[in-house]
């Protein structure tokens, strides 16, 4: 089973600013098995980006991920003030088997 | 739009049972797999379980194969999820979700709690 670490846990910003998430997989995964969710305070989880970097219908371009093999990113450029929420990893395995990082919760600073 | 409406949460005592219900709109259901995530009050996402459009196959969590069972009723656009032998440890808001492209849960409803508690 692949364990995704996210990291910083929490990551203290402020509005305007650029946010950098990582996910590490423990093991080499395929990149469109790679996922990203936010989740306001109170709300369900919102599908961002699949395939590790394919935007989902409706999430604005401030918005993108990248990488592959066992390191991914999500990069927030010029934070609004509804972008701080936590953040999700996922990954999709065989099996199936779905995993999800612990997340990184990004607050204003 | 995707709406997704679970239903069926609630205090239930260990070693009890409870269905959720999962009542589905705005698209053609039958045509998606569907699946549920949980998350305990204050934790991180789980992934419980996925049935595929026709219901034919399905699949689980290792941790919770044999104890839930998860079904649908194309006719009514519902999904379902069965839990029997509840433990502390299963109290969590409980989510379904529509599956987009396989790898991602595309859409989602806005829960049910169920606490698991004497």
């Known amino acids: 089973e692949v364990v995704l670490t996210q990291s910083p846990g929490t990551l203290s910003l402020s509005p305007g600013e650029r946010a950098t998430l990582s996910c590490r997989a423990s093991?080499?995964?395929?990149?469109?098995?790679l996922v990203w969710y936010q989740q306001r305070p109170g709300q369900a989880p919102r599908l961002l980006i699949h395939?590790?970097?394919s935007r989902a219908t409706g999430i604005p371009d401030r918005f993108s991920g990248s990488g592959s093999g066992t390191d991914f990113t999500l990069t927030i450029t010029r934070l609004e003030p509804e972008d701080f929420a936590v953040y999700y990893c996922?990954?999709?395995?065989?099996?199936?088997?779905?995993?999800f990082g612990q997340g990184t919760r990004l607050e204003i600073k | 739009e995707v709406q997704l409406v679970e239903s069926g949460g609630g205090l239930v005592q260990p070693g009890g049972s409870r269905r959720l219900s999962c009542a589905a709109s705005?698209?053609?259901?039958?045509?998606?797999?569907m699946s549920w995530v949980r998350q305990a009050p204050g934790k991180g996402l789980e992934w419980v379980s996925i049935?595929?459009?026709?219901?034919?196959?399905?699949y689980y969590a290792d941790s919770l194969r044999g104890r839930f069972t998860i079904s649908r009723d194309n006719s009514k656009s519902t999904l379902y999820l069965q839990m029997n032998s509840l433990r502390a440890e299963d109290t969590a808001k409980y989510y379904c979700?529509?599956?987009?492209?396989?790898?991602?849960?595309?859409?989602w409803g806005q829960g049910t709690m169920v606490t698991v508690s004497s």
């Open positions: 996922q990954h999709y395995g065989s099996s199936p088997m779905y995993t």
């Open positions: 979700a529509k599956v987009g492209v396989i790898t991602s849960f595309a859409s």
């Open positions: 049935i595929t459009g026709s219901g034919g196959r399905t």
């Open positions: 705005g698209f053609t259901f039958s045509s998606f797999a």
């Open positions: 093991q080499s995964i395929i990149t469109n098995s």
């Open positions: 395939g590790a970097s």
